[in-house]
Nanobody, 125 residues
Framework: QVQLVESGGGSVQAGGSLRLSCVVSGLLFRVYGMGWFRQTPGNEREGVAGISCGGSSTRYADSVKGRFTISRDNAKNTLYLQMDSLKPEDTAMYYC??????????????????WGQGTQVTVSS
């Protein structure tokens, strides 16, 4: 059974930083691309960042480029999202997800298969 467990969320002031982690079990982590999404109440999930299976290719939503960094440690089956210069509009539930292939996929939900339960990020002004 595939499991994805996010952690690292919390409450910070604008301009602060957080690092999210996602530990994956139940699949061969190193052969799948991964992604981070976020969602606010009443809205659809928004793609934030994606990474290829080896970590050499990444993509970001325009809203987070230059502030967020996605990375992975295949030896630890763990995906990361370093979030710097946080803004109140970054407040959301953040989810990690697996793709169906090695390459970095476009940041739409249909390209991602397995999902974690989410970790809440709240940024105050």
């Amino acid at each position: 059974q595939v499991q994805l467990v996010e952690s690292g969320g919390g409450s910070v002031q604008a301009g602060g930083s957080l690092r999210l982690s996602c530990v994956v079990s139940g699949l061969l982590f190193r052969v799948y691309g991964m992604g981070w999404f976020r969602q606010t109440p009443g809205n659809e999930r928004e793609g934030v960042a994606g990474i290829s299976c080896g970590g050499s290719s990444t993509r970001y939503a325009d809203s987070v480029k230059g502030r967020f960094t996605i990375s992975r440690d295949n030896a630890k089956n763990t995906l990361y999202l370093q979030m710097d210069s946080l803004k109140p509009e970054d407040t959301a539930m953040y989810y990690c997800a697996t793709t169906l292939s090695c390459d970095v996929r476009s940041l739409v939900e249909s390209n991602y298969r397995d999902w974690g339960q989410g970790t809440q990020v709240t940024v105050s002004s």
